[in-house]
C-alpha cells in the first residue's frame, strides 16, 4: 500500500501486523503458514492474533483523530496482564523492557514494543490511514505530525479527488 520507510523500532512488529489485511482486497497474510510463521503465531492463535491486529488498528486510527472501524476489544484490556520484565544489559548497562516467557508471545512483543514507543515518544505516531478501504499503518514523519494517509499518491489523492468532485457537482 504505502511506499513509506517502516516505523521505527519496535514499532515496526505493530506496523507489519496491522499491514496482513488489506482491507480493500480481504487478502490476510495470517491466512498463510509463512504470514503466521512470520509473527510466530500457531494455528491455535490465529483468533487471538487477529484480535490484536484490530484492536492496535483501532488504536492506531485514534491516533489519527478517528473513530474505529468496527467494534473490538480494547488495546489496553489485552495488554493489560502482560508479562513483562525490565531487562538490564551487563556490558553497557543499557534497560529495556522486554516479553516474559508466556504463552503468548506475540502479545507480550507488541506490549514491549508500545512500551518501547511510549518511552521513546514515538507511539503517537503510528496512525492508520483514514480512507475506509485501506486503514493501513504508517508512521507519521511530517514535521506537525498530522499525516492522514498511508500515502498522498493513493489515498489522499482519491479523498482530494472526492473533495473536489462534491464542490463541483
Given at each position: 500500500?504505502?511506499e513509506r520507510?517502516?516505523?521505527?523500532?519496535?514499532?515496526?512488529?505493530?506496523?507489519?501486523?496491522?499491514?496482513?489485511l488489506?482491507?480493500?482486497?480481504?487478502?490476510?497474510?495470517l491466512?498463510?503458514?509463512d504470514?503466521?510463521?512470520a509473527?510466530?503465531i500457531?494455528?491455535?492463535?490465529?483468533?487471538?492474533?487477529?484480535?490484536?491486529?484490530?484492536s492496535?488498528?483501532a488504536?492506531?486510527l485514534?491516533?489519527a483523530g478517528h473513530p474505529?472501524h468496527?467494534?473490538?476489544?480494547?488495546l489496553g484490556?489485552?495488554?493489560a496482564h502482560?508479562?513483562?520484565?525490565?531487562?538490564?544489559?551487563?556490558r553497557d548497562?543499557?534497560?529495556?523492557?522486554a516479553?516474559?516467557?508466556?504463552?503468548?508471545?506475540?502479545?507480550?512483543?507488541?506490549?514491549?514494543a508500545v512500551?518501547?514507543?511510549?518511552?521513546a515518544g514515538t507511539?503517537m505516531?503510528?496512525?492508520?490511514c483514514?480512507?475506509?478501504?485501506?486503514?493501513?499503518?504508517?508512521?507519521?514523519?511530517s514535521?506537525?505530525?498530522?499525516?492522514?494517509w498511508?500515502?498522498?499518491q493513493v489515498?489522499g489523492?482519491?479523498?482530494?479527488?472526492?473533495?473536489?468532485?462534491a464542490?463541483?457537482?
Amino acid at each position: 500500500m504505502s511506499e513509506r520507510l517502516p516505523a521505527p523500532g519496535g514499532l515496526a512488529l505493530v506496523e507489519n501486523l496491522v499491514n496482513t489485511l488489506d482491507i480493500e482486497s480481504g487478502a490476510d497474510t495470517l491466512d498463510t503458514a509463512d504470514g503466521r510463521a512470520a509473527f510466530g503465531i500457531g494455528s491455535g492463535d490465529l483468533t487471538a492474533a487477529r484480535e490484536l491486529r484490530e484492536s492496535l488498528r483501532a488504536a492506531l486510527l485514534a491516533h489519527a483523530g478517528h473513530p474505529p472501524h468496527r467494534a473490538v476489544t480494547p488495546l489496553g484490556a489485552l495488554l493489560a496482564h502482560t508479562p513483562l520484565y525490565l531487562s538490564v544489559d551487563d556490558r553497557d548497562g543499557s534497560a529495556a523492557l522486554a516479553p516474559a516467557a508466556d504463552g503468548a508471545p506475540l502479545l507480550s512483543r507488541v506490549a514491549a514494543a508500545v512500551a518501547e514507543a511510549l518511552a521513546a515518544g514515538t507511539w503517537m505516531r503510528l496512525k492508520a490511514c483514514e480512507a475506509v478501504n485501506c486503514h493501513w499503518a504508517y508512521y507519521d514523519r511530517s514535521p506537525a505530525g498530522r499525516g492522514r494517509w498511508c500515502s498522498m499518491q493513493v489515498c489522499g489523492a482519491r479523498a482530494k479527488m472526492r473533495r473536489y468532485r462534491a464542490k463541483e457537482a
